[in-house]
């Protein structure tokens, strides 16, 4: 597989390892609990079980296909409806191997009517509040939004990231899918009917409870590096085994002598097995450079860091063969 680049700090991704086994003819499991709630006029939210077996989730509308959701992800919002208009989803699973899962059950939900006009956001949630709920989970519970109209839903958040709504009638919700022995930051916002968003409520803070599992580590590892002389630069090819979480790790920091570089992320679910990774460092003698990388992993914290790696020198001499960096990059 070759490698590609860019030139300066940008940095280019290949995967490599596992090649898809087109062999491999048995459909994933259906999706589980799927559930549809209509938090606008003109969206509906939609959860299903997260498998981390699965590539990808394909949501469908009655019999059209209108969304596919990168695997390891448990939810997502379907927009572009009509208001006050009843609606059915379903989900199904799609592996590596272009396997297709039947149909979930189909789930109802009718979008809200809206007052013409709407425009006030509803207020803050207030005074929220959280315990562990053993090692994998948490409960929420906050004082409810007011709302001009009314509250349609609300969304927990969690590292910036949306994991969890609710409809508006609600003022509890049970968060899955976390670490045992792990901290987490948690907000909530309110939606109305025309999905005006509400500012965000005090944070809470959770830690989960020990249990099973706690001792799995979350860094990558098995990192290598092998540096390389290109006619533009010097370059480092480093290949890495990703941690063993439950669920897809698609995004990793890079760290040079200590210091954040770039951030690598995948547009696709990145298939299992090990991954490779091209990093220039333009006219800089690799040797006596310490990398180290780390995981965003499925629940939006960040895992631990690799153990540090200290870079040799390159091999003298230019690589012909090795066009100029070209393709997609880090940030």
């Excluded at 394909?58 to 695997?71: H, I, M, Q, S």
């Excluded at 090819?237 to 770039?262: H, I, M, N, Q, R």
């Amino acid at each position: 597989m070759a490698w590609i680049g860019l030139s300066g700090l940008a940095v280019a991704l290949v995967l490599a390892g596992c090649s898809e086994d087109t062999r491999d003819t048995t459909a994933p499991a259906v999706p589980g609990e799927v559930s549809a709630l209509a938090s606008s006029s003109v969206s509906v939210h939609v959860m299903w079980r997260a498998d981390p077996d699965v590539a990808v989730f394909e949501v469908y509308r009655g019999d059209a296909k209108v969304l596919d959701v990168t695997g390891g992800r448990h939810m997502v919002d379907v927009g572009g409806l009509a208001p006050g208009t009843a609606y059915s989803f379903s989900v199904r699973a799609r592996d590596r191997a272009g396997n297709v899962s039947p149909a979930s059950a189909s789930v109802p939900a009718t979008t809200l009517s809206v007052a013409q006009g709407e425009r006030v956001p509803p207020t803050a949630p207030r005074n929220v509040r959280g315990q562990a709920r053993g090692a994998g989970g948490a409960t929420l519970a906050w004082e409810a939004a007011t709302d001009d109209v009314g509250v349609s839903a609300y969304d927990i958040w969690q590292g910036g990231v949306r994991v969890h709504s609710v409809a508006g009638g609600l003022t509890t919700a049970v968060v899955g899918s976390l670490r045992p022995g792990t901290e987490y930051s948690f907000t909530v916002t309110a939606r109305d009917a025309a999905d005006n968003k509400s500012p965000e409520s005090n944070a809470v803070t959770v830690v989960t409870e020990q249990g099973t599992g706690d001792g799995r580590d979350t860094a990558p590892t098995d990192l290598r590096a092998v540096p390389r002389i290109a006619v533009d630069g010097t370059y480092v090819d480093l290949t890495w085994t990703p941690p063993d979480v439950d669920g897809t790790v698609a995004s990793y920091e890079v760290y040079l002598d200590g210091k954040f570089l770039t951030t690598v992320m995948w547009g696709v679910a990145p298939p299992p097995g090990t991954a490779q990774y091209s990093l220039p460092l333009g006219d800089r003698p690799p040797a006596g450079h310490v990398l180290k990388i780390r995981g965003q992993l499925p629940d939006g914290k960040w895992g631990a860091f690799s153990a540090d790696l200290t870079l040799t020198d390159a091999p003298a001499g230019p690589d012909p063969a090795t066009p100029a960096p070209t393709g997609p990059g880090g940030s």
